[in-house]
């Protein structure tokens, strides 16, 4: 049985595009919804909490949301990733849940460095990418630099699948390799409204150049892009709407159906009849009245059906999924069914945290879902001495809700926090004081970034011994080398080499 789901994210630099892709995609497929942001125009819009302002001042987007949509008998979802980059390890987490996706780059831009840091992480998980050059009704740098740029400075290769007649003033549409046919602008808006050209004649310097790039790249082998090895281009402009249909078709054609995900006891196949996920978000509820949250769980295997008993690894108590919510058509709807490949929303009163895996067995566990070495270490300074166990208790809420990471040094009483970008911090001394009623402030650490320790027991006894000073336990009990530079981190390295010294933990 081959699955008509697509599940797959799309990575760019801020103002690519995504958003006006993400639209038109949406457009195409019928349906328009975009859940989580559903809620937050509703009527908990006046009960938003303090980091939900900040949001809003900061006109970003903190949360990710989910998107499905259906064409053709195929099914999309579409898991929406935070563009701003001080979110970077929320996005991370989505990439894991995802079996590919779209890098959308400014035809005028070429790669950006968040558009690089997010392919690195698609590319340590072997996820295939689609390119889609967008803005080409714009002037943008000649196709053969953007293919070559691509292609050298991510390392993989590109196949054209289309190409740009003309950018900006002398645009004249996008011809598609596959089918001879170049899609015309049309009215003042000079958009794509459906005209296509079959056998369209090309200036004749512009024929022979798309000669040279058909000769001149790899064509397109599923197999290359499935490993992710290559990288099918497409060109267009979402604002214009060209180039949208191909892409739907390509992800529809393509793209990987639910691929297996792994675990502790190997790949899990999504055709394995238990039910299994793993959760890659956790959303706290926009009302502060309610300290629900919903967990979003990526179905790895197995026919979901409400009310059913999963077991989280995390509690290991089992709950019934009475209310699911699923991302679905022009409201979310509750779920009936949902399968490999699915997002499943389950409300829950923190019992589910980031990186759990829910399952009716309790048996498999889900590795692969990275945390990040913090790229900035604060001590958390309580105002009211009195309040240590309410900020014990929301920095471990805090932390297994991903929003930051914590760190409890083994000498010595302050805790540490960390973070990828200063934004978080932002959010972590609002939401203390709004939701835990906890006042504290942040003040420098002696600390630049943190470790994960791995080794022979007797080996990481011995480095504990001399480095007590700089050890730490993360959230998980595990032990975490607090260095005081980059330069100490590889110092320690060189010293002990039966020791791993990594910057991201696999849970
Ligand atoms: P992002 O989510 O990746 O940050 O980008 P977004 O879609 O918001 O697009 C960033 C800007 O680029 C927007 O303009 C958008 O209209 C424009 N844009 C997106 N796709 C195309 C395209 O294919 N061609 C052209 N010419 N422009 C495109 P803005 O002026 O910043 O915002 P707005 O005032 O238009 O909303």
Redesign the pocket.
Known sequence: MTSNRRTFAII????????????KLLLQGGAIHLAGEVKARGQARRARSDWMKIEQQRGISVTSSVMTFERDGVTFNLLDTP?HEDFSEDTYRTLTAVDSAIM?I?AAKGIEPQTRKLFEVCRLRSVPIITFV?????EGRPVFELLDEVADMLALDVSPQGYPVGMGGMFQGVLDFATGSVSRPEGPSKEFLGRRDENAELPEDLAEEIELARAGYPEFDIEAYRNGDLTPVYF?????N?GVSELIDAIARFAPPPRPQPSDEGPISPERDEVTGFIFKVQANMDPQHRDRIAFMRMVSGTFKRGMKLTPSGSGKPIAVHSPILFFAQDREIADTAEAGDIIGIPNHGTLRVGDTLSEKNAVRFTGLPNFAPEILRRVQLKDPTKTKQLRKALDDLSEEGVIQVFYPEFGAQWIVGVVGQLQLEVLVSRLSAEYKVEAGLEASPFATARWLKGPQAALDSFAEFNRANLARDRDGDMVFMAKSPWDVGYQQEKNPELTFSAIKER
């Open positions: 760019s630099h801020p103002d690519a595009g995504k958003t006006t892709l993400t639209e563009g959308v400014d967008n803005k080409v009704d714009r267009g402009s979402a604002l214009k060209f």
